[in-house]
């Protein structure tokens, strides 16, 4: 059964980095696209990242040139390095697999399994 777990969320000053980890279980990440999205309260679920199967990374243009999206140095990890934090970045970040076509990365409902969240708060 595929799990995804995320970890590494917190609170930090803005201008500072944190670095978020996602455990997947009985994913091969070369098959699958493996995303981080988040939501802030009163918001809907926005895209940030993804690593398309294994090959290939998208950001969005609210995060590029800060965040990076890599295999972690456990096996089966994939960690989102979050530089430069600004407070709009404050969210509950998801990490998120599923079998998405290219053209729909951006879109969350592309998405079949999704970890429980961990919180990213930026304070001014």
């Known amino acids: 059964q595929v799990q995804l777990v995320e970890s590494g969320g917190g609170l930090v000053q803005a201008g500072g980095s944190l670095r978020l980890a996602c455990a997947a279980s009985?994913?091969?990440?070369?098959?699958?696209?493996m995303g981080w999205f988040r939501q802030a309260p009163g918001k809907e679920r926005e895209f940030v990242a993804v690593?398309?199967?294994?090959?290939?990374?998208y950001y969005s243009d609210s995060v590029k040139g800060r965040f990076t999206i890599s295999r972690g140095n456990v096996k089966n990890t994939m960690d989102l390095q979050m530089d430069t934090l600004k407070p709009e970045d404050t969210a509950i970040y998801y990490c998120?697999?599923?079998?998405?076509?290219?053209?729909?990365?951006?879109?969350?409902?592309?998405?079949?399994?999704w970890g429980q969240g961990t919180q990213v708060t930026v304070s001014s």
């Open positions: 998120a697999a599923g079998r998405a076509i290219l053209s729909s990365i951006r879109n969350p409902n592309a998405y079949v399994y």
């Open positions: 009985e994913i091969t990440f070369g098959n699958y696209a």
């Open positions: 690593s398309f199967r294994g090959t290939q990374k």
